[in-house]
């Protein structure tokens, strides 16, 4: 079963993209925030990683960047939650080393759609 | 996939009330010209979550109206306006009114939007945004980006007879990029009200092209008054990023449920699903999702038999 982290410090949010991506049959861990995430992806290896950007204490760009430059997360599809209007967003993710994003709000079809780009 | 969002809608409330707790707590120990980054920060992260969860859960009045304290905000955190006490009074506010609405639909009843109208305009007329004109989805494309659109493409029961057929769209489509079709056989009636020159069938895609929202729109011009079409764009991979993602989707797998928007008489879906060839294996489902070379065949088979 592939595993995938899923981090957002909005709880409803995590549930739900929880609850999907179980549904769709995949292994989730969760975390409220990216140094939360960082922590875990250091002990427990992940297929991909699923994260907003606006978080407190750790950002997901800067928890994209921070994953990039493991060993373990060289390949890994980093994606990040952003809305629409964040292109600017997108292109610091892009720098830091995101593979995709993922445009809030989604429903969970439109999440599972752009996952399997990714992973299967 | 059929998820009931509705699940998740307690622990939104929960977290967006405490969020405005934390927004009023944090604005109400700013003094404007001595505010530091991270309060503004919390405070407009308070604002973002409620925005991004009301949006996805489906609670647009809130997410409209917390788009524009969003927009004040980002400005105020970027650097490019300072923090006035007009403006902590207007988000003092806004928490307020935010607090009646979520209350309202908690008990789901319908919000009183007056106030919130009144608000908007308030900032509007302070971000300088044109009232009630959202601003703009991005519209520049100079990266070569492979995104993700959502279409919803349900032809109306006479498309036939303008002399368009959906088969060429959806090839058409197919040519912008990588093409996952879903087919819904719901509308199909009763064998005997079957009339071969009726389309009764209609799809969601899921197309992952470098092209933008245009040129899909492009390919349902002709059609736009005789079918209901939502083009949406739900996410994309940076181009130089697409390791793994070659895979073609092209084979029936997944059984799907019809969208729940799919208002359609009920009495003959069951009977509708067993008439429909594709979906002998499992009677009881109303959709399928199938490569478009079999829709193709199908579409044909259904020719031939016509000409017959």
Redesign the interface.
């Known amino acids: 079963m592939k595993r995938i982290l899923a981090v957002d410090?909005?709880?409803?949010?995590r549930?739900?993209v929880s609850?999907?991506l179980k549904?769709?049959g995949f292994d989730v861990t969760e975390a409220k925030d990216g140094s939360e995430a960082l922590a875990i992806a250091k002990q427990q290896g992940f297929d991909a990683v699923i994260s907003d950007v606006?978080?407190?204490i750790m950002d997901g760009i800067t928890l994209i960047r921070e994953l990039r430059g493991l060993p373990d997360y060289k390949?890994t599809?980093l994606?990040m939650l952003t809305?629409?209007?964040g292109?600017d967003k997108?292109?610091e993710g892009?720098a830091a080393g995101?593979?995709?994003?993922?445009?809030?709000?989604?429903?969970?079809?439109?999440?599972?759609?752009?996952l399997k780009?990714?992973?299967? | 996939?059929s998820?009931d969002?509705s699940?998740?809608?307690e622990?939104?409330f929960?977290?967006s009330f405490e969020g405005l707790d934390i927004m009023e707590t944090e604005l109400l120990n700013l003094v404007p010209g001595e505010e530091d980054l991270e309060t503004i920060?919390?405070i407009?992260?308070a604002a973002?979550?409620i925005k991004?969860?009301s949006?996805?859960?489906g609670f647009n009045s809130i997410?409209n109206f917390t788009h524009v304290l969003e927009t004040l905000l980002d400005q105020i955190r970027e650097g490019e306006r300072n923090i006035t006490s007009e403006h902590i009074n207007l988000l003092l506010k806004s928490v307020d009114c935010l607090r009646a609405l979520l209350s309202s639909l908690k008990v789901q009843e319908e919000p009183d939007l007056a106030q919130a109208d009144t608000l908007r305009e308030q900032f509007e007329k302070l971000l300088g945004m044109p009232a009630g004109e959202e601003?703009?989805?991005?519209t520049?494309h100079e990266?070569v980006?492979?995104n993700?659109y959502?279409i919803d493409f349900k032809p109306h029961f006479h498309l036939f007879k303008t002399g368009n057929e959906p088969l060429f769209m959806i090839s058409e489509l197919a040519e912008l990029g990588e093409l996952?079709v879903q087919a819904f056989t719901d509308a199909i009636p009763d064998i005997k009200e079957l009339t071969s020159d009726e389309c009764f069938l209609y799809w969601r895609f899921?197309l992952?092209t470098e092209r933008d929202e245009q040129a899909i729109k492009e390919i349902f011009e002709w059609v736009e008054d005789d079918a209901d079409i939502k083009v949406?764009?739900?996410?994309?991979?940076?181009n130089d990023?697409?390791?793994?993602?070659e895979?073609v989707i092209n084979e029936p797998a997944v059984v799907e449920e019809a969208p729940k928007t799919a208002e359609q008489p009920k009495a003959n879906k069951a009977k509708a699903a067993a008439n429909a060839p594709s979906a002998k294996a499992a009677p009881e489902s109303t959709s399928i999702r199938v490569g478009i070379d079999k829709v193709d065949s199908l579409i044909n088979m259904v020719g031939e038999l016509v000409i017959g």
């Open positions: 410090d909005s709880a409803s949010m549930q739900m609850f999907t549904t769709a606006n978080m407190p390949f599809p994606l809305t629409e209007s292109m997108k292109v892009k995101a593979t995709g994003w993922i445009v809030k709000p989604f429903n969970p079809d439109q999440l599972l759609a752009v780009k990714v992973i299967r | 996939m998820i969002l699940q998740f809608f622990v939104f929960e977290e920060n919390t407009f992260r973002h979550s991004g969860g949006a996805t859960f997410a601003q703009g989805e991005e520049h990266q980006i492979v993700t959502q996952e899921f992952n949406e764009l739900c996410g994309g991979l940076f990023a697409k390791a793994g993602s895979e």
